[in-house]
C-alpha cells in the first residue's frame, strides 16, 4: 500500500510538472508581438527616450574598458500588430554618452551612426528578448594624445578608415514591461568588434596588442529606461 500510494504521489507530482511546464510554455510566444503605449491608438508612431546610467564598452580579448557615467537614446516605436524586425528603431545619430573614460584615464567622445533596429524574437511573460543591431558608433580620445576606434561588427576585414565603412554589429537584448527596461546584458561577449584602432604622437598604448587592437571582438552592456516623450503614451509594452 506505502508503494503504491507512493508511486500515486510520485506520479500525480510528475504530472503537475508536466502540466506547469506546458502551462509556462505557453506564455512563451513568437512573433506577431502586440504592443502598447498607454492611450496610443493602434498604429500609432510613438517617440520615446532612453536613459541610462552607467554604460561599458569592453574589448574582451585584453579586458580594457571604457566607462560612460550615462547614456540617452532617442527612438520610435509603432503600437499593434508587430512582426518584431524591427518592433522599434533608435536613431543612432543621436545616441549620447556622458564622461566617457578609457585607458590611461583619456577622456572620450561616443559618436553614433545610422539607425539601430530594435528586434524581438520572443515574448514572455512581459519579457520580450531579441537583438539591437546596425550597431555603428565611432569612439575619439577629447583631449591629449589622439586615441580612436570605430565600433561594429565582430567579424569582417578592415577596409578604410571610417564609421561608414564598418560592417555594423548586434548586440542581444531584452525589454521588460514592468520596469520599462531594455537591458543590454554583456552576455554575448565580443559581439562587437573595434576597427580603424589607431593613435598619435608618441603614445602607443592605444594601439598595443595588450591594450586595443585592429579587429578586438568587444562588448557593450547598458540598461536604458524607455519612456514616451508624451505622458499619456506610457507604459510602453510589448505582449
Avoid: E
Wanted: hydrophobic share 40%.
Amino acid at each position: 500500500m506505502r508503494s503504491l500510494l507512493t508511486r500515486t504521489l510520485l506520479l500525480g507530482g510528475t504530472v503537475a510538472a508536466a502540466g506547469l511546464l506546458t502551462a509556462t510554455t505557453a506564455l512563451a510566444h513568437p512573433a506577431p508581438f502586440t504592443v502598447t503605449a498607454g492611450s496610443a491608438g493602434s498604429g500609432t508612431a510613438v517617440a520615446v527616450t532612453g536613459t541610462s546610467g552607467a554604460v561599458a564598452f569592453k574589448d574582451t580579448k585584453t579586458g580594457v574598458t571604457l566607462n560612460c557615467t550615462a547614456s540617452s537614446l532617442k527612438g520610435s516605436i509603432t503600437t499593434g500588430s508587430s512582426n518584431g524586425t524591427p518592433v522599434a528603431t533608435v536613431n543612432g545619430t543621436g545616441a549620447s554618452f556622458s564622461n566617457c573614460t578609457g585607458p590611461a584615464g583619456l577622456k572620450f567622445a561616443v559618436t553614433g551612426y545610422g539607425t539601430w533596429n530594435i528586434n524581438i524574437t520572443d515574448s514572455t511573460s512581459g519579457v520580450s528578448t531579441g537583438t539591437v543591431t546596425n550597431i555603428r558608433a565611432h569612439v575619439v580620445s577629447t583631449a591629449g594624445p589622439t586615441c580612436a576606434f570605430d565600433v561594429g561588427s565582430n567579424t569582417g576585414s578592415f577596409v578604410s578608415s571610417g564609421t561608414s565603412t564598418v560592417n555594423p554589429g548586434t548586440v542581444a537584448g531584452n525589454y521588460t514591461n514592468s520596469s520599462q527596461n531594455l537591458a543590454v546584458p554583456a552576455v554575448t561577449a565580443g559581439s562587437l568588434g573595434l576597427w580603424n584602432v589607431h593613435g598619435s604622437g608618441t603614445t602607443t598604448y592605444c594601439v598595443a596588442a595588450s591594450v586595443l587592437a585592429q579587429g578586438d571582438p568587444a562588448s557593450f552592456s547598458a540598461t536604458y529606461k524607455i519612456v514616451a516623450d508624451v505622458a499619456a503614451n506610457n507604459p510602453v509594452a510589448i505582449n
